[in-house]
Antibody
Framework: QVQLVQSGAEVKKPGSSVKVSCKAS????????IIWVRQAPGQGLEWMGG????????NYAQKFQGRVTLTTDESTNTAYMELSSLRFEDTAVYYC???????WGQGTLVTVSS | EIVMTQTPLSLSVTPGQPASISCKSS???????????LYWFLQKPGQSPQLLIY???NRFSGVPDRFSGSGSGTDFTLKISRVEAEDVGIYYC??????????FGPGTKVDIK
């Protein structure tokens, strides 16, 4: 059973960047598509992008193109999501998921505040 | 870009009664491999989403058999045969015909009368 553990909550200033990690145990991330999803307060799930390490394939939602970067580190079995040029409206809980949604991280709250 | 819609957006159900949620996609989710890549998730209050149904009608491990999925092409349905108190939350459909490119529906909030 794969478990995904995400990094802790972050408070960032507008214009800065945040990098959220997602460490897998009980399985290798390489074999699965890893997606990143965010949920603004009181809102629904929003797909940000996904990466398939085995094929080196990455897709980003058009809304986040140019601001989001997804990477993986196979040596530590960890996936990363970096979001730059943060705005107040980027305040949300950010989730990683793998195995076509079979496994989810616990979520990371990113608060953008001046 | 594939757009997912759900109806209704909210549902109030008496315990023990059935519930049904519809999900439509703007393009067929039938892949050339013969599989249809439509999934259902439930997000309970304060929790991460959890997978209920994969590839239209397959229950994920541990999901009670009161949950069932059906449909084809662009029209799909999630049914709960007898709603229980623990089923409250927001239900999302999701497509993944071109991984890792996914799209979620807007969600259907289910609560208990």
């Amino acid at each position: 059973q794969v478990q995904l553990v995400q990094s802790g909550a972050e408070v960032k200033k507008p214009g800065s960047s945040v990098k959220v990690s997602c460490k897998a145990s009980g399985g290798t991330l390489r074999n699965y598509a890893i997606i990143w999803v965010r949920q603004a307060p009181g809102q629904g799930l929003e797909w940000m992008g996904g990466i398939i390490p085995m094929f080196g394939k990455v897709n980003y939602a058009q809304k986040f193109q140019g601001r989001v970067t997804l990477t993986t580190d196979e040596s530590t079995n960890t996936a990363y999501m970096e979001l730059s040029s943060l705005r107040f409206e980027d305040t949300a809980v950010y989730y990683c998921a793998s195995g076509m949604g079979s496994y989810w991280g616990q979520g990371t709250l990113v608060t953008v505040s001046s | 870009e594939i757009v997912m819609t759900q109806t209704p957006l909210s549902l109030s159900v008496t315990p023990g009664q059935p519930a049904s949620i519809s999900c439509k996609s703007s393009q067929t989710l039938l892949h050339s491999d013969g599989k249809t890549y439509l999934y259902w998730f439930l997000q309970k209050p304060g929790q991460s989403p959890q997978l209920l149904i994969y590839e239209v009608s397959n229950r994920f491990s541990g999901v009670p058999d009161r949950f069932s999925g059906s449909g084809s092409g662009t029209d799909f349905t999630l049914k709960i045969s007898r709603v229980e108190a623990e089923d409250v939350g927001i239900y999302y459909c999701m497509q993944s015909i071109q991984p890792p490119l996914f799209t979620f529906g807007p969600g259907t909030k289910v609560d208990i009368k």
